[in-house]
DNA sequence: AACCTGGGCAACCGCACTTTT
DNA sequence: AAAAAGTGCGGTTGCCCAGGT
């Protein structure tokens, strides 16, 4: 029974802005660990992978938005040619790009490099084949069309790409960004129009449960009923005795670098 | 003006790994 | 030590939009 009311209940797809603050509420209260437990009691009808995922991939302050500069494409494509597909890997030396901005970026112009080069030894020139590439990618055997294109060849490309000025930026995510969030809501918005969330104190150690119980999630749908506020802080003082979650320096602490970001973020993006 | 095509991106899926019980 | 739950990662898919025909 239970479980077809859960699976009736759980959401797919696009992230609606509602959806969103709320996500960056909870996380405010609970922190970016306990992705099943937020999901819970946020009261989106989401698993907690999604949650995990649309914070990772946009809601996190300090993402950075719109094209990857030169520097970045060059460190991607010499880390890829280091590690291969480890796409999160490669994310931490970005700060501010997520694992699948990389990937998707890596992916399209890769793609566009390999129809390029396709065009380019279309009569038929084996002798300059991709065998070059074979033993610095990490997943012989396994390799997707983007992984082909030999990593050499697509420093070379990638390089004259920065020469030629970034032709690949032409229309670039940047003004596909922009034009999202004219279109729908900014995320600069969500984060300005959180002045409950920036008011409470710090979730770390402890302080946070009575200061959590004042804040109201201006957006926020009603829990699930038998999840009440007193449960729920129940619930995560068990978590919290044990140190599981909250970070334990302001400096650490992700609702104070999401403060941050309504700021940040209009000067990254220009 | 309508349709087609490709690029870009967000999100989902399945598997692997880690942590907790 | 083993099972269960939670989390992270890489691959893939689907949607939206802009540009071309």
Redesign the pocket.
């Known amino acids: 029974m239970k479980m077809v009311q859960d699976q009736q209940e759980i ?5 609606t802005e509602q959806e969103d603050f709320q996500l960056v509420c909870f996380v405010g209260l609970f922190g970016d ?5 937020i999901a819970k009691v946020s009261g989106l009808n ?1 698993t ?3 949650c ?3 914070w990772v ?2 809601l996190h302050p300090g993402l950075k938005r719109g ?1 990857m500069t030169p520097q970045e494409e060059r460190l991607v494509l010499e880390l890829h040619s280091k590690w291969g ?5 490669i994310a931490r030396k970005l700060p501010g790009r997520t ?3 990389i ?3 890596w ?3 890769m ?2 490099k390999a ?1 390029e080069k396709k065009r380019a030894m279309s009569p038929s020139s084996p002798s300059s084949n991709c065998s070059s590439s074979s033993n610095i990618t990490t ?1 012989e055997g ?1 390799a ?1 069309f983007y992984d082909t294109g030999g990593v050499e060849i697509m420093a070379t490309s990638a390089e004259k790409k920065y020469i030629n000025g970034g032709d ?1 930026a032409k ?7 922009a ?1 999202r969030d004219q ?1 729908e809501y900014s995320l600069d918005d969500i984060w300005k129009d959180l002045p409950e969330v920036n008011s409470i104190e710090p979730v770390y150690n402890g302080s946070y449960a009575e200061e959590a119980c004042k804040f109201s999630c201006p957006l926020m749908t009603p829990p699930p009923p038998p999840l009440t506020w007193d449960s729920l802080f129940k619930m995560d003082e068990e ?1 919290e005795s ?1 140190n ?2 909250l970070p334990t320096t302001p400096s650490d602490n992700q609702f104070l670098s999401c403060f941050d970001y309504g700021k940040t973020s209009s000067s990254l993006t220009g």
């Open positions: 959401r797919k797809g696009p992230w660990r306990r992705w099943d437990f989401r907690g992978k999604s995990r995922l649309r991939n946009y094209k597909n480890r796409w999160s890997r694992d699948n901005e990937k998707n970026y992916r399209t112009h793609r566009k129809q997943n396994g997707s690949q229309k670039d995510g940047n003004d596909t960004a034009k279109k978590h044990k599981m979650f």
